[in-house]
């Protein structure tokens, strides 16, 4: 067996219900197609569901991603805006969730291309 194939939350780890975004960034990639998004997460005993969507000002949603079990409470990840040069305001949804239970946070980030 590898070291790290299991996951082993921190003693300072919350429950499902307590599991918050601390910090949540967006930053444009110069080509005006991409956007490199920065999560920060409290340390948690189980492994959440994170749920990204980027929506354009009429709310049309132009990019989506789902990360099941996250393993890290730290996370950088790039989304792709499908359209053909994307301008002007969007808006980035961020859900933590779980199976059995509601949506347990919820953050948004209003960025400019």
Do not use: C
Request: proline share 12%; aromatic share 8%.
């Amino acid at each position: 067996m590898m070291p790290g194939m299991f996951f082993e939350p921190p003693e300072d780890a919350r429950p499902p219900a307590e599991v918050r975004v601390t910090d949540l960034r967006v930053e444009p990639w110069p080509d005006g197609q991409r956007v490199k998004v920065f999560v920060n997460l409290t340390p948690f005993q189980q492994r959440p569901n994170l749920i990204a969507t980027i929506s354009n000002a009429a709310g049309d949603e132009l990019s989506s991603t789902t990360i099941v079990e996250a393993m890290d409470t730290t996370l950088v990840f790039t989304m792709h805006l499908r359209i053909p040069e994307p301008q002007g305001d969007f808006t980035l949804g961020f859900r933590v969730e779980y199976p059995d239970l509601p949506v347990i946070d919820h953050k948004e980030v209003s960025f400019h291309l």
